[in-house]
Each structure stands twice: as structure tokens, then as C-alpha cells.
């Protein structure tokens, strides 16, 4: 019986459609955790029909436009590292799309308005970072995810990286976008519509960043504050200087302990590194105790702040902090040393063993940080046990960044909802720089700007009327 997708094979050479189970149930969840302690029986619900790997632009727009002619639905797919389940197969009989082979295209340009580079949507950001590196240039944009997430997948959720302070999200940096349109075409066009649109408008296939000179030199400091208020005092203060640090950080005491920044010295090893097996097997189905003995993991809320390449920095310090105890360059540098520092084994073994470990990224203006924090960590106590960072500082506020981890899916769930719900009432927004996908579709309007909803309505119903592209996600 020959497949229905031997068109496909032709168009794209039959080793890009692939149509074998344990590649498809592989493609039925992204990096979403509540997906990942999923049953077969649930796996199977979200099963792609077939995973397409086109190896250029000109296979992904054929793919739509093969897709359009048939009404089947397509679910385009980066580097899989999302965590709210954008990139689920929410149809029967849908496609995953996975771009992440587009790499090839990579060309720096010298513009009026300063250096780009033009780069394919699939390059992951370490790749794309070391090639620029090797002509020394830098990217503005550093997701914690640099190493498992790629450029297409930035746009699509609106992403913002590690260095926000000073260069903010990836809509800052970005120039255009070329995507392919679910009728099949190719089109250069303005970034805005795809920004955050997680897919559903079109299929980015190429786009155009700003770049810098790699950074010569850093400073790294570190202070402990008694309160939460104090700290975020000193970090407005620190965000409206000139310039801003490029990294600013708060973290609660549970969140400096399990990250190994209250200590002076940047050591390599970690309370973290002792966390794992502890979470795994006796911990998190104790959060009652968990809890108790919280207030014995640390008192200071720590801030982390690291400048690049400012001579008014060279050598010293900011401005002392009042009502704060300098902690030198160690936790700053024991920061930036594991930056990037992922576990996805780790995490599924605490699927396996029936807890949960997961994170939300909420935002507030400044006078609303406070009351976001406890208001949240309040809500989660009866779930979950919780902590905090906030990052991403702006003039207009800032990311709190929540982990909660606990025992059970039913309470993994519930404290989700009540985290959601504490931002909703709370005045906040339910996210910040991770995109919507179907964990946060229930509080969507609490998640994007009402004025891009109506330009998103609009170009949906011109570009899209019957919702073949990634369907079941945003309105």
C-alpha cells in the first residue's frame, strides 16, 4: 500500500518523510513538562501522522503548499526545546514540519543601521553564536536554551535571552523575517506578525539580527540584600544608569541556594549537584518538610549583575549598595559559568519516580513585583513547594521567574492554575518569554496585547481561513 505522503517523498526524497511510530511519538510533545510524564495512551493522542525534514526553504514552502492542497493540517517545529507545547500536534492526521535542518544560509552584512546576520531559521544559537564568534561578532541574544533552541523558534516566541537588561528580546534585534505562507509561497516581510505567533501565520525560514563586536572584557559583582524590597530598589537604580548592566538578577535565598551563589568563592561544584538525587527519591514528596527547612537554606535575596566591556567599571564596583553586603565577583561568576546549564535526563527521571519540577515565567511592572512574588508563592503553597528569580529588567518592570516542584500530576496542575490565576488577580501578565502554546491558552488574554490580537485575527482569516497551520494554538 503505498503511503499517502509519497508525493512528499518525490517533492523532498523519501528519507525526509518519515513515518515510523517511534519517530512520531517522538514529535508528539516538545520539552513541555506537563507532556513529559504522559502515557503511551496520551502520546498517542497527539501522534503526527508524519514528521517532514525539508533540508531548504524552498522544501518547506512546498510542503505547505502540498499541505494546503490536501486540508492537512501542519505543525511547525524548531529545535523541539519549548516548554509550554506549542509545537504539539493538537489534530488527527497532522504533520510536524521540523526546520530544524535549515542551517545553511549565514551571511554577516554591513547595513546604514549597523552589522546583521542573515542566518537560516533551523542554526542553533551556540552554532550561530560560535560562527560569529570566528569573525568577531556576537549576538545581542542569549536564551538560556542557547544550546537546544534555534533562531525560528526566538521569533515565534517572542524570546528574550540572558543579556535583556542592556539589549532586551529578540523583537529588538530583529530586522525581518523570510517564512513561508500556508499557500506555499516565500516572503520577506516585517517581523512583527510572526513575533510570538508560534507558527500559526507562516513558517520562518530565514531571519535578519543584529550583531555586535564580541565582547572584549566583563565585570562581575554580586550583592546580598536582607529583603526583597531593598533588592529591587537597588536594581531599578542599576537598570536606569548609563548603561545598564547586561545581567541583572535577583534571586530569592531557596533560589541563591540551589544555584550556589552565596558564597563569595565561584565554586564548580554545588548544593544543586546534591539537589538531584534528593528530589528524586525523597524530597519532593516531602514539600511539607521541604518547606521547614527553607529558612535554613539562606536569608539574602542575591543580585547578580555582569557589565561588558564599560571602562567605568573597570576595576571596581557600582555604586555601593545601601542596606546591602557586597559578595564579590564569585556568584556572578559561578552564574555566568552555568548559564546554560540544562538536566533534560534529570528531569524525566523525576516524571518517572511520580513528581514534577517546572517553571513559569510571569511579569509585572515595578511597583507589582512585590505582591507578584508572595502573591504567587502563596497561591502555589498548597501544591508545590516554590521559589523564585526575577530577571529581565526593564523601565518598565520585570520577569518572575517561578519554579515549582512537588509530588503527583493532579497537584502539579493545580499549581499551575493557582499560579496563573494569583498573576491574572494580581494585575500581571501569565507570560513573559517562553509564548503561550497550550499550557497558558486558558489565560491567553492575560498573555498578549489585545491590539496584536485583532492584527492577528485579521491576518489569520487572510493567510489562514481554515487553520491548517499549528491549529488548536493561540485564539
Known sequence: MSSPFSELGRLLGPARV?????????????????????????????LPAAVIRPRDEKGVAAVLAWAASQGCAVVPRGAGSGV????????????????????????????????????GAGLRGSDLEARLQARGWSLMHFPQSMEDSCVGGWVATDSFGQLSTRYGGVRDQLRWVKAALPDGSLRAEQADLHLGAEGTLGVITEASLRIRPAAAGRQFHAWGFGALEAALDFARAAVSAKPPPSVLRLYCPVDAFFNGLHHRHAARSSPASSWTGAVQSIVLKRIGALRAISPLLGRKWVCVLIYEDEPGFEGGAPAAAPRASALGPGPAMRWWERRYHLDKARLERVFRQGCFADTMDLWAPWDRLEALH??????????????????????????????????????????????????????????????????????????????????????????????LLNPGKLW
Open 84 to 119: 509550554l507545547g506549542a509545537a504539539v500536534p493538537q489534530r488527527p492526521k497532522s504533520l510536524v514540519l521540523d526546520v530544524s535542518g535549515l542551517t545553511e544560509t549565514f551571511r554577516v552584512e554591513d547595513r546604514p543601521d549597523g552589522p546583521t546576520v542573515v542566518c
Open 374 to 467: 508572595l502573591g504567587v508563592l502563596e497561591a502555589v503553597k498548597p501544591h508545590a513547594f516554590a521559589f523564585a528569580h526575577l530577571s529581565h529588567f526593564d523601565a518598565k518592570g520585570a520577569c518572575l521567574y517561578v519554579t515549582v516542584a512537588g509530588h503527583g500530576p493532579g497537584d502539579h496542575l493545580a499549581a499551575w492554575k493557582a499560579a496563573m490565576e494569583a498573576c491574572v488577580r494580581l494585575g500581571g501578565k501569565v507570560n513573559h518569554h517562553h509564548g503561550v502554546g497550550l499550557a497558558k491558552l486558558p489565560w491567553i488574554d492575560w498573555a498578549l496585547d489585545p491590539r496584536w490580537k485583532r492584527l492577528w485575527q485579521a491576518e489569520k482569516a487572510r493567510r489562514d481561513f481554515r487553520g
Open 18 to 46: 518519515i513515518e515510523d511510530e517511534p519517530t512520531r511519538l517522538l514529535y508528539a510533545r516538545d520539552s513541555w513538562p506537563q507532556a513529559i510524564g504522559w502515557t503511551r495512551e496520551e502520546l498517542a493522542s497527539h
